[in-house]
Each structure stands twice: as structure tokens, then as C-alpha cells.
């Protein structure tokens, strides 16, 4: 299995409040990716990152902000969450980007009430 | 806009028989197609792929057919067991567009194998 871990794995907030979600890989890739799965949509790229402090938009990016500063982690952050965001967030990694299979993180479950 | 499609939200098969999970894809720039399994609870995990230069990529009890005229592929697990029983996700990717591994998912089939 690849090395990856998300935390927290379940997390429950109000509307309004900021929400980090942390990705830590030990696999050492260059690419990381954070999708959202949802019933009726599969999973859908949020936001990706190709290096360190090198990140782009992904197709449901509006309300998330990411960042990079390191090697092994990748945050995804809710700055004033809202209903529509409720979700399980899953955490990705790619050695390569465009040659290699993306391996996927355990998941966290998000309910903003 | 879904640019990779799975129609059947659920399939039942019998156990020993072949299971034949379909994805449809719009967009002919796609040229790398996957498919994950996903147990609940789990991050969905790698099973095959296949690139548009092929039409059939085999792994033990696990085949992908492609065709690219109709945009079409599925997935063929023969002879299915018990522990098949997960949500099966297609996805799709311009991996040559240099797009940076960009994934896209279909909705999800959910596959019952019944003893």
C-alpha cells in the first residue's frame, strides 16, 4: 500500500468555520491531488500540486485553497465552510503525473451542519 | 457536462459468472483510461488500465476493452467472486495532453457478487 495518511478521518462543523484537511504521503512523489467523491458524481478533482509551492485548479475548485510547503504534505483548506461542501475528501498521489497510476488516501468525512 | 459516463449505477451477478461493468467517454482527447475499486470506508484502489494504442489490457481474472470509435469501454472480471463486491469507478485522462495526470472519474458502478 502506499504510504499515505489524511487527518482527520471524520470531522463534523458549523457552517462559516475554516477547515484544514491534511494530506502526508512518505512516498516521496511529485504529484498530489485532492478530490471530493459525492453520490451521483464519482470523484472530482478539487486542486492539484506538481512540486513544492506549485499548485493549479482542478473542476470544482470555488470555496478551496491548497498548499504545499513541503514534500510529503498537502493541505486543502475551507476558508468559511458551507452544506454544499459536506463530503469525503480523498487525498491522492503520482510519482510522475502524466506516466503513473494515482494512489489514493483512506478518506476524510466532512459534515458542515 | 460528464465527460465520462457510467450508466448503471448497480449491477448483481451471480458468483462464478462474468461481471461486465460499461463506461462511456465524450471527449476524444482521453487517452488513458483506469479503473479503481472502491470498498466502503477506503480510498478507492488501482485494478487496470489501458492506453488508446491498445484495445484489450488483461490481469488475471480482470480484462479492459477499449474502443475507441465508440468511446466506449468496460471492464470484465471473470468468474467473479464474493470479494468483487465494491463500487467500480472508470476514469479517463489526456495523459499525452501533458495534463499532468489529471483524472477523470464516472459516477460509479456498484457491483454485487451473490454466493
Known amino acids: 500500500d502506499a504510504g499515505i495518511t489524511q487527518s482527520p478521518r471524520h470531522k463534523v462543523t458549523e457552517t462559516g468555520t475554516p477547515v484544514t484537511l491534511r494530506c502526508h504521503q512518505t512516498e516521496n512523489h511529485r504529484y498530489m491531488y485532492w478530490y471530493r467523491q459525492d453520490p451521483g458524481h464519482g470523484l472530482r478533482l478539487i486542486h492539484y500540486s506538481y512540486g513544492v509551492k506549485d499548485t493549479d485548479k482542478g473542476e470544482v475548485s470555488d470555496g478551496y485553497s491548497v498548499s504545499r510547503s513541503k514534500t510529503e504534505d498537502f493541505l486543502l483548506t475551507l476558508e468559511s465552510a458551507t452544506s454544499s461542501q459536506t463530503s469525503v475528501y480523498f487525498c491522492?498521489?503520482?510519482?510522475?503525473?502524466?506516466?503513473?497510476?494515482?494512489?489514493f488516501g483512506p478518506g476524510t468525512r466532512l459534515t458542515v451542519l | 457536462d460528464q465527460q465520462v459516463k457510467q450508466n448503471s449505477p448497480s449491477l448483481s451477478v451471480q458468483e462464478g459468472r462474468i461481471s461486465i461493468l460499461n463506461c462511456d467517454y465524450t471527449?476524444?482527447?482521453?487517452?488513458?483510461f483506469l479503473w479503481y475499486k472502491k470498498y466502503p470506508a477506503e480510498g478507492p484502489t488501482f485494478l487496470i488500465s489501458i492506453s488508446s494504442i491498445k484495445d484489450k489490457n488483461e490481469d488475471g481474472r480482470f480484462t479492459v476493452f477499449l474502443n475507441k470509435s465508440a468511446k466506449h469501454l468496460s471492464l470484465h472480471i471473470v468468474p467473479s467472486q464474493p470479494g468483487d463486491s465494491a463500487v467500480y469507478f472508470c476514469a479517463a485522462s489526456a495523459k499525452f495532453a501533458g495534463n499532468t495526470g489529471k483524472l477523470i472519474f464516472g459516477q460509479g458502478t456498484t457491483l454485487q457478487v451473490k454466493p
Open positions: 491522492a498521489i503520482s510519482l510522475s503525473g502524466t506516466t503513473d497510476t494515482q494512489y
Open positions: 471527449n476524444s482527447m482521453f487517452d488513458y
